[in-house]
C-alpha cells in the first residue's frame, strides 16, 4: 500500500503535537465542552430540565396582539422556526405544540410568512423592506453571514439590548453567544428554537463492519481517553486503503480509509474548528473587539489540508465521489443531517466520532456548525418589548421540548446503531462553535474561498495565500469596530 508522505510529511511538519494555542481563548467553556476530561460537556441537550424557566415575568399579557415573522426557506424542515399543523411525527408535533404554549401563555398570535429558498433573494428583499420603513415584520430569520453584514448597515437591534432576553441562560447557547459578542454587546445568537445549527454540524462516521475486518475497534474509549486525535485517524485510515479488483487503478470500485458525504472546502475549516482554532485570525482583545493573529498553528493546519486534499491515496477528498452508503469508506465525514437524509437505511453498522483533535493536549473536542439561521428584529421595529418576550419564550420552550424530540428522538433512536454513538453524538452538539472568521468575512475566510486560494490549486502556497488576505482582513476590522466598539 502506497501512503506516499502521509506520516512523514503530513503528520510530522502540519500536526506534529506542537499543542501550539489558537486565537485568543484557546479554548471553550468547561462546563460546555469537557476540558478537563475529553468527555461531553454540559451544555445539557437531555430532556430532563422541565424545571428550567425563562426571564419572564408572571402575568405578563399581549392583549391577542398577532406578531409577524418571516424565515428564508433555505432549508425546507429546518430554516423555519414553525410548522403549520400536526403530522403524528414527534417532532413536528412538538415544535407545533411549543409555539402553541408561548401564544397561550402571552397572549399572542404568532404568523411565519416563507420567503425565498434564496438566501441572497431573501435578504435583498429583507433589505429593501427595512430601508423602505415596511413594518411588516417585527422579526426576520436568515443566514448568519447575510445578517451580520446587514447589521453593519445598521439594520437590527442588538439581541442583548432586547427587553427579558437573558442570553446567559442556557437555552441561548452561552458558548456560541459569547463568541458572538463584541465591546459589551450580543447581536447574533444560536437559539435552541433553531434547529439548523444542529443538523449542520460537523462529524466523522465510521463503517464499523469494515474496521472490524482492518482490526480496528470501535474507538469510543479513545474518543474518551482524549486519544482521538487527527494523527491518530488518519494512521488507521491509512489501513482503509485496498484495491478491492485488483487492477491497478483506484476508482469508485475500490476501498478508502478516508472520503466526504459533504464539498472537500467544508473539510477546511472543520478541522480548523476541531483543531481549537475558532477564534483565529479575528481575535478580540481586552475591549471584546477584534485585532487581526494568525497563530503558527493555523498555518500549519492550513499546510496539512492541502497535503491531505493532494498527498494522501487513501483519502477522497472529493465531494460525495464515493458515498459512504456504498460500505467502502472507513471514515466519511459529514454533516449530521446526513444520519436522517442518507444512512437511516445503509445495511452496514457504523458509528457517529467527533471531528478529531490536534493532539491530546488539546482541552476538548469541537464541533464546527457553520450557515448558522439568526433571528433579528429590525430597527424600524421600536415595541421591543413583545418581541423580547417572544424570543426568550421560545427559546426557553425550545430547549425543553424541542431539543429533546430532536435530539434524543430522532438523531439518537432512530438514526444512530447504538448507545455509544448515542453518546459520541451528545458530545458533538455539546461542543458546537463556529469559525468567527468565516461568519463574519464569509467572500474571504468562507469555507469556499480558503478551500479554493488555499488547498485547491495544485502548488502548496497557503503561506502566501493567508497573508494575502490581511489588508482586506484589516480594512474588515476597522469596518466591525467602528460599528460594535460606537
Request: with cysteine; aromatic share 12%; glycine share 6%.
Amino acid at each position: 500500500m502506497k501512503i506516499r508522505t502521509l506520516l512523514l510529511t503530513i503528520l510530522a511538519s502540519s500536526i506534529c503535537l506542537s499543542a501550539i494555542s489558537c486565537g485568543s481563548s484557546g479554548g471553550g467553556d468547561p462546563s460546555l465542552t469537557g476540558a478537563d476530561t475529553g468527555t461531553p460537556g454540559s451544555e445539557n441537550t437531555e430532556p430532563a430540565v422541565t424545571e428550567l424557566t425563562d426571564n419572564l415575568p408572571e402575568g405578563l399579557d399581549f392583549n391577542g396582539e398577532t406578531l409577524k415573522l418571516q424565515s428564508v426557506t433555505y432549508h425546507p424542515k429546518y430554516s423555519q422556526l414553525f410548522v403549520a399543523d400536526q403530522d403524528g411525527e414527534l417532532l413536528n408535533d412538538t415544535r407545533f405544540a411549543a409555539e402553541r404554549a408561548v401564544e397561550e401563555r402571552l397572549n399572542l398570535v404568532l404568523e411565519e410568512d416563507l420567503g425565498s429558498k434564496s438566501v441572497d433573494s431573501f435578504d435583498a428583499q429583507m433589505k429593501s423592506m427595512i430601508l423602505a420603513g415596511d413594518n411588516t415584520y417585527s422579526m426576520f430569520t436568515n443566514m448568519d453571514r447575510f445578517m451580520i453584514a446587514d447589521t453593519l448597515e445598521g439594520m437590527f437591534w442588538a439581541t442583548s439590548d432586547l427587553p427579558y432576553v437573558d442570553l446567559s441562560a442556557r437555552y441561548w447557547n452561552s458558548e456560541a453567544t459569547n463568541n458572538f459578542a463584541l465591546s459589551g454587546k450580543t447581536y447574533f445568537t444560536m437559539s435552541s428554537f433553531s434547529l439548523y445549527s444542529y443538523k449542520n454540524t460537523a462529524g466523522i462516521f465510521m463503517n464499523l463492519d469494515l474496521a472490524e475486518s482492518l482490526g480496528i475497534g470501535k474507538l469510543y474509549d479513545d474518543v474518551y481517553a482524549g486519544k482521538w486525535t487527527t494523527e491518530y485517524m488518519m494512521t488507521h485510515a491509512a489501513k482503509g486503503l485496498a484495491d478491492l479488483n485488483g487492477d491497478g487503478v483506484y476508482d469508485g470500485t475500490d476501498q478508502y480509509g478516508y472520503g466526504l458525504d459533504t464539498h472537500p472546502k467544508n473539510t477546511v475549516v472543520n478541522y480548523i474548528v476541531g483543531s481549537g482554532c475558532y477564534d483565529d485570525v479575528l481575535v478580540k482583545n481586552k475591549e471584546g473587539l477584534f485585532e487581526y493573529s494568525i497563530s503558527k498553528k493555523f498555518y500549519e493546519l492550513m499546510e496539512f489540508n492541502w497535503r491531505f486534499a493532494h498527498e494522501t491515496d487513501f483519502a477522497l477528498i472529493k465531494e460525495n465521489q464515493y458515498p459512504f452508503i456504498n460500505g467502502t469508506i472507513l471514515f466519511c465525514e459529514g454533516p449530521l443531517d446526513k444520519l436522517e437524509n442518507a444512512y437511516r437505511d445503509v445495511e452496514f453498522n457504523f458509528s457517529v466520532l467527533p471531528i478529531p483533535k490536534y493532539d491530546e493536549a488539546q482541552d476538548s473536542y469541537y464541533s464546527r456548525t457553520f450557515d448558522s439561521h439568526f433571528t433579528m428584529i429590525p430597527v424600524t421595529r421600536t415595541e421591543l418589548e413583545i418581541c423580547g418576550a417572544v424570543l426568550e419564550a421560545l427559546s426557553c420552550e425550545a430547549y425543553r421540548n424541542i431539543l429533546p424530540a430532536y435530539i434524543e428522538d430522532s438523531l439518537k433512536t432512530k438514526y444512530t446503531r447504538d448507545v455509544e454513538s448515542q453518546e459520541m453524538l451528545q458530545l458533538i452538539l455539546d461542543t458546537r462553535i463556529t469559525f468567527v472568521a468565516e461568519a463574519f468575512m464569509f467572500n474571504t475566510y468562507g469555507n469556499h474561498n480558503l478551500w479554493s486560494v488555499c488547498v485547491n490549486p495544485s502548488s502548496l502556497n497557503v503561506v502566501s495565500a493567508l497573508d494575502a488576505m490581511e489588508n482586506t482582513v484589516r480594512a474588515n476590522i476597522d469596518k466591525f469596530n467602528a460599528f460594535f466598539g460606537a
